[in-house]
């Protein structure tokens, strides 16, 4: 089974820029949909975006369409979430998840989870 690892996040100022990593290990990666998802604290766990396993299809939620952007690289087991723009609303624990199949936006179709990654955007 693949294991997930996000790193990435830390403190940014209101209209700067991230890029969040999903590093997989273990299984064929390609074989994966990823997704991100985000968890600020007292709120649900939301979609952020996602991407099919060869990379050619993504998603990304209304709120940060525009802003944000869901990319991989198969041949580094990695998938990639870049952001600009950033606002405080952004702030939030950054989750990768995957999955067998199609790219998803429902986070209980996902088996495999990361710890997660902390992104503070400052006012």
């Known amino acids: 089974q693949v294991q997930l690892a996000e790193s990435g996040g830390g403190l940014v100022q209101a209209g700067g820029s991230l890029r969040l990593s999903c590093a997989a290990s273990?299984?064929?990666?390609?074989?994966?949909?990823v997704g991100w998802f985000r968890q600020a604290p007292g709120k649900e766990r939301d979609f952020v975006a996602t991407?099919?396993?060869?990379?050619?299809?993504?998603t990304h939620a209304d709120s940060v369409k525009g802003r944000f952007t869901i990319s991989r690289d198969n041949t580094k087991n990695t998938v990639y979430l870049h952001m600009n723009s950033l606002k405080p609303e952004d702030t939030a624990v950054y989750y990768c998840?995957?999955?067998?199949?199609?790219?998803?936006?429902?986070?209980?179709?996902?088996?495999?989870w990361g710890q997660g990654t902390q992104v503070t955007v400052s006012s």
């Open positions: 991407i099919s396993t060869g990379g050619a299809y993504t």
């Open positions: 273990r299984g064929t990666f390609s074989n994966y949909a």
């Open positions: 998840a995957a999955r067998t199949g199609r790219l998803s936006s429902t986070k209980d179709s996902y088996y495999y």
